[in-house]
Each structure stands twice: as C-alpha cells, then as structure tokens.
C-alpha cells in the first residue's frame, strides 16, 4: 500500500477507534486511548488482515506513565536537551518531554498505528514530536542526550535487544532512564532507582489497578565489574 494511503488509513483509525482522555497519572497530557483492549485488538487484525502488532498506542502503559510523571515533575531533566523517546507507543513520554522544555524529541516506533497516534496526540497537547516508524535497536540513538524508554521489558527478545542499545548510548554519554511497573526482564543490577509511584492502570490489560512503577537511570556498568 502507498505509504501517504497507509498513513491517512491510521490516522482514521486511531480517530475513529480511540478517544482524547487525560492520562490517569498525568493529566496535564491528553492522548487517544481506547477503553478496552480485546475488541480493539480484534479490530486491529480483522481490518489491517496481517500480523499486526497488538493496540499498545491506545494505552498510557504504567512505565510510561511513571516516566512521564517524573520528567513532568522535574523538568531539568530534559529542558534543553535533545531528547528520544524509545518504543513511544502513544507518544506520552514524548509529549511530557517536550512540554517539559528538550530542546528535540524523537519518537521512535515499530508499529506504523503508533506513529499516527503519536502525530495526533501531540497536536493534542500543543507540542511538537517528531515521530518515527522503524527499528533503531541494531543501530544507535544518534546525537540524542537524553534517552527514555517506558515499559520496554516486556518480553526477553526486546529486553535484550533494548539494553544493548541503551548501553552503547549509556557508555556514549546520554543519560539514560527507563519507566518500569516490575516486568520479569528488567535487568535491575544495572539500574539506580530515581523515583516510585503507585500508577493507575487498565485492570483488563494488567489484571489489577495498580502498579508499582519505578522510574531507573540505567548504569554504564554493573556494580563492581567493567561489564
Ligand atoms: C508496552 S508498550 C509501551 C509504550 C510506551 N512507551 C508507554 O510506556 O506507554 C511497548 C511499545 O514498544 C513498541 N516496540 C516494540 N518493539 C519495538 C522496536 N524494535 N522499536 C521500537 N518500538 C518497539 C511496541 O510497538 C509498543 O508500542
């Protein structure tokens, strides 16, 4: 499909599929979210017909939102530097970057749905983002200062992969913080905790309604060793 086609095609969906709410946990930003996940991810693959990922746009997952809690909070963080927001999903962790004062934000993203959702959501909230549909992993974070990755070790593949990439950026100067609600493959030896928050979540996606989130700069080596 023309890519202008397939971009105006996601726009719609996320209008048509998701609705502009304050996020439970920082309600200075608005996103499209959608009020329950399994019709939503139905909708996904019937219509698209192919392996689509999940909708995890139209959620402000808790890492994320205990992330964009803490740059909301502490400003200084970001504000005048230049910013990547990792695996953005709705683009929330983004979006509190920039309204917090970086300089850039890069909102960088596998799932094409995502990415228009990211566009949309900061329009929403006045700011701008530069999204990106690809996969950066295997490269690395450009001349990005600061980089921030909410809920990114959901699963052992991307948890691998994500933290080599943070590391090389980590060795190569950026600071480097990760949001994150105890998912089984955080490496947390290679973490200082900054910040934790009881973090209002979708009971239907995490089976409870709240979740301990921390907020981690990751270490450019674990304690007592050069690894
Ligand atoms: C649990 S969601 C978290 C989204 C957002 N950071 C938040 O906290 O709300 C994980 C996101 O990682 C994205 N993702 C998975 N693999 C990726 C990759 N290789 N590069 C960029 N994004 C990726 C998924 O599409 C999904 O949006």
């Not at 309600?27 to 698209?48: C, K, M, N, S, Y």
């Amino acid at each position: 499909m023309d890519n202008r086609l397939m971009s105006a095609l996601s726009t719609a969906f996320v209008q048509l599929h998701a609705r502009l709410a304050p996020v439970a946990f920082v309600p200075e930003v608005r996103l499209h979210q959608a009020d329950e996940p399994i019709g939503l991810w139905e909708l996904t693959e019937g219509e698209f017909r192919s392996d689509r990922p999940p909708p995890f746009w139209a959620f402000a997952w808790a890492g994320g939102q205990g992330l964009a809690r803490y740059v909301t909070d502490h400003p200084e963080t970001v504000a005048g530097h230049r910013v990547l927001d990792l695996a953005t999903g709705s683009g929330l962790v983004a979006i509190a970057a920039a309204r917090a004062g970086a300089a850039t934000v890069r909102a960088v993203e596998i799932d094409e749905l995502a990415v228009a959702a990211v566009a949309l959501n900061a329009e929403a909230n006045g700011v701008h983002v530069d999204a990106e549909h690809g996969d950066i992993l295997d490269g690395d974070a450009r001349d990005a200062e600061v980089i921030l990755a909410g809920d990114v070790f959901y699963s052992e593949a991307m948890a691998n992969r994500v933290l080599r990439f943070l590391l090389r950026a980590a060795r190569g100067g950026a600071t480097v913080l990760v949001g994150d609600p105890g998912r089984a493959f955080l490496p947390r030896e290679r973490f200082t905790e900054l910040a934790a928050y009881q973090v209002p979540v979708s009971a239907a996606l995490e089976s409870v309604r709240v979740k301990h989130t921390t907020v981690w700069r990751l270490r450019t080596s674990r304690p007592g060793t050069a690894d």
